[in-house]
């Protein structure tokens, strides 16, 4: 994987996140273009539907969680900031499948997320 960006975020989802790519066309059908903020928020929808219907062994749940800890360490802060605040900020944390989905944080991830609770 070459240098991940807040360019490079989406297409590596649509490529590598199993399931993820019929999201991705459907949401540059409805906005003519890839919105990154808006496509993450489609990606916690998807993984809680994935989570819900699979469990914690959905084939999609590692793998993205995985891409968004490798931009949470990256150098670019619009991709730190990106999945910040529209992927771990739209995590429902009332949901049944908060859980599970948290249980599988990376480090980088896990730290932003304690400080969004204590805020």
Do not use: C, K, W
């Not at 993820?20 to 990606?43: K, T």
């Not at 994935?50 to 670019?76: C, F, I, K, T, Y």
């Not at 249980?103 to 969004?116: D, I, K, M, S, T």
């Amino acid at each position: 994987m070459s240098a991940l960006t807040y360019e490079t975020l989406p297409l590596e989802l649509r490529d590598r996140v199993p399931g993820f790519d019929a999201i991705y066309a459907e949401h540059v059908r409805d906005y003519d273009e890839v919105l990154p903020h808006v496509l993450l928020g489609d990606l916690v929808r998807y993984l809680e539907a994935e989570v819900r219907a699979q469990g914690p062994e959905s084939s999609a749940l590692r793998p993205a969680l995985a891409l968004l800890e490798a931009g949470m360490s990256a150098p670019d802060p619009r991709l730190q900031e990106l999945i910040a605040v529209s992927f771990l900020e739209n995590l429902d944390r009332f949901s049944a499948f908060y859980p599970i989905i948290t249980h599988e944080l990376g480090p980088r991830l896990r730290e932003q997320l304690r400080a969004f609770e204590r805020a």
